[in-house]
C-alpha cells in the first residue's frame, strides 16, 4: 500500500509499508516505514471519525476580494473567489453555510479580516491567525496557493489562534488608539511651533516649562498680535513667571516675520481644535469604562496610574484570564527580553517588541511617572537600583514597566488593590456624564456636521428604523 502523506498522519494496516513523501524535503525524495499495530480506545476513534468528516476552510484576503480554499481529509476541494463589499460577504457565508463548514481561518490582514469576522461570527469557528507564524516557504506564490496553505494548516491543527476581543474591549480601544492619534499629532504641531520659534532666536522653551500651558499660551497670543515685551510681561498671569522678567527679556528680543506669524497662528488654531476632539474622546472613555468600573480601580490604585492610562491599559489587555501567569502577559506584550542560546551559550538582548506597541507606550509612560514622584515607593526604588546598575534610564524604564504590568496582573487575579504603607493615593473619580456624542439630536449632528464643511441633507428613507 502506498499512501501520500501531507502535513498530517494515516493509521496503516497491519505490517504493510508505506512510501511517503516528506514536503520538506526534495523532490520524488521517498522513505519506507514500517507500520505497526496501533490500537485506538473507542473514544479516540469516534475522535478521529469527527476529524475524517471535518470540512474547514482557508481564505487570503485583500482589500477588493477574497480567495477561498474548502477541503477535508476525504478529499473535497473547492476554491471560489468573493468581493469584500457586503453582498460578497453574505454570498461567502452562504457558501461556507451550505457547505457545513466547521472552521474558517484567515490571515490577520490588517483591518480587512473585520468584516469577515462580524459576517461569520456566530455561525462557525473563527481562527485569526498571525500572518508571522505562518508565512510560507519561499517558492510560487499565488492567492489559490496561499488560501490552500491556510487550510491544510487549519486541518491539521496547526494554526494557533490570534486572541479576537470581545465587542466592549475592542469599542474600547479603538477610542483609545484614536485619543493616542489626536494626542501624537498635537505634539507634532507643537514641535513645529517650537521650531519656528527657534528659527526667530526666540528660546520661550528654556524659560518656561510649558509653552502651551495658561502663561505660554498667553506669551504665544501677545506675541501674534504684535505686544510689546514690557506689555506681555506685564499681564502674565502666573506671578512665578513674571518674577523672570530678565530671562524673559533675554528670550524674547526678536520678532515674527508674517509667514511665521500665519504658521504658528495655524498650528495653534489646529491644536484648539485637537484639544476639543481630545476632551470629547475622554468623555466617550468614561462612558465605555464603566463595564469594567471594578477593574478600573484597581488600577487606579496602583502608582503612576490615572484614568487614561488605566482604561488604555484595560483595552489593550482584554480579558487577563486568558494568561496562565504574568510571564505570559509580559511575553505576549514583547516586553521581555529576547533569548538566544546556541552551543550551551545563553545571551539575551533588546525586548522582543512584539504584540500591542501601544500598550508598552502607556507602561513605558506610567513607569517614568513613577520615576519622577517625590515619594519614596517600592518601585520608585526599584527604578533607582535598576538605573544604578545599568546607567540608562530607559532601561529602568524598561524594567519598572514590566514589573508594573506582573502586579497588575496579579492585583486583577486576586482582586485586591496595590497597598504600600507609606503611599496613599487618592483615585480620581470617574465621570459619570453623558456623552457628548450620544447626548447630540439630530439638528445639531447636522450643525456640527455643516460646520466641518460637509453638505447634509435632513430626511427619512422609508424602512429606515
Known amino acids: 500500500m502506498k499512501a501520500v502523506l501531507l502535513y498530517g498522519t494515516m493509521i496503516p494496516s497491519k505490517n504493510q509499508p508505506i512510501s511517503c513523501v516528506c514536503p520538506n524535503a526534495s523532490q520524488n525524495a521517498y522513505v519506507n516505514v514500517h507500520a505497526q499495530v496501533i490500537s485506538i480506545c473507542p473514544y479516540q476513534a469516534m475522535s478521529n471519525m469527527n476529524t475524517e468528516n471535518e470540512i474547514v476552510c482557508g481564505a487570503d484576503i485583500h482589500r477588493d476580494f477574497l480567495v477561498a480554499t474548502m477541503i477535508s481529509r476525504k478529499g473535497l476541494k473547492l476554491q471560489e473567489r468573493f468581493s469584500m463589499n457586503q453582498d460578497g460577504l453574505l454570498e461567502f457565508k452562504s457558501w461556507i453555510l451550505n457547505h457545513k463548514c466547521q472552521r474558517v481561518a484567515v490571515e490577520s ?22 500572518a508571522f507564524q505562518i508565512r510560507n516557504i519561499e517558492g510560487k506564490k499565488t492567492d489559490k496557493l496561499d488560501s490552500e496553505r491556510i487550510a491544510v494548516y487549519c486541518l491539521n491543527d496547526l494554526i494557533k489562534p490570534s486572541r479576537i476581543y470581545p465587542k466592549d474591549y475592542r469599542d474600547l480601544r479603538s477610542i483609545t488608539r484614536s485619543r493616542e492619534a489626536l494626542v501624537n499629532a498635537r505634539s507634532k504641531l507643537k514641535n513645529q511651533i ?11 522653551s528654556s524659560v518656561i516649562s510649558d509653552s502651551f500651558g495658561k502663561s505660554g499660551r498667553y506669551i504665544l497670543d501677545r506675541l501674534l498680535e504684535g505686544k510689546s515685551i514690557d506689555q506681555i510681561i506685564s499681564g502674565i498671569p502666573s506671578k512665578r513667571v513674571r518674577n523672570k522678567e530678565d530671562e524673559l527679556r533675554n528670550a524674547i528680543r526678536n520678532g515674527l516675520d508674517p509667514v511665521q506669524l500665519l504658521l504658528i497662528k495655524t498650528n495653534l488654531d489646529a491644536i484648539d481644535d485637537l484639544s476639543e476632539k481630545i476632551k470629547i474622546l475622554d468623555a466617550e472613555i468614561s462612558i465605555k469604562v464603566k463595564p469594567f468600573e471594578e477593574d478600573l480601580n484597581i488600577l487606579l490604585s496602583v502608582p503612576g496610574i490615572g484614568l487614561t492610562s488605566a482604561a488604555t491599559i484595560l483595552a489593550e489587555m482584554g480579558d487577563y ?8 502577559m509580559a511575553m505576549y506584550f514583547g516586553i521581555v527580553p529576547s533569548v538566544y542560546q546556541s552551543a550551551g551559550k545563553l545571551r539575551t538582548g533588546k525586548i ?4 500591542s506597541k501601544h500598550m508598552r507606550r502607556i507602561l513605558v509612560e506610567v513607569a517614568k511617572a513613577i520615576s519622577k514622584t517625590k515619594k519614596n515607593s517600592n ?23 514590566r514589573k508594573v504590568l506582573c502586579i497588575i496582573y ?28 450620544s447626548a447630540m439630536d439630530i439638528d445639531e ?21
Not at 522582543?352 to 504584540?355: A, C, F, Q, S, V
Not at 503611599?423 to 459619570?432: A, Y
Not at 456640527?448 to 422609508?462: H, I, N, P, Q
Request: net charge positive; with cysteine; proline share 3%.
Open 109 to 130: 490582514t490588517g483591518s480587512y479580516w473585520y468584516p469577515i469576522f462580524y459576517t461569520l461570527e456566530g455561525y462557525v469557528e473563527f481562527i485569526l491567525a498571525n
Open 410 to 437: 496579579h492585583l486583577l487575579m486576586n482582586r485586591e488593590d496595590y497597598q504600600e504603607p507609606e503611599i496613599k493615593k487618592t483615585k480620581p473619580k470617574i465621570s459619570i456624564c453623558g456623552s457628548p456624542i
Open 352 to 355: 522582543t517588541k512584539r504584540g
Open 194 to 204: 517650537h521650531q519656528l520659534l527657534a528659527t526667530c532666536c526666540i528660546k520661550l
Open 321 to 328: 484570564r486568558d494568561f496562565a501567569s504574568a510571564d505570559k
Open 379 to 401: 518601585l520608585k526604588r526599584f527604578f533607582m537600583r535598576v538605573y544604578k546598575r545599568s546607567g540608562k534610564k530607559n532601561v529602568a524604564a524598561i524594567a519598572l514597566a
Open 445 to 465: 449632528m447636522i450643525s456640527t456636521l455643516s460646520r466641518a464643511g460637509y453638505l447634509v441633507e435632513k430626511g427619512f428613507k422609508e424602512g429606515c428604523g
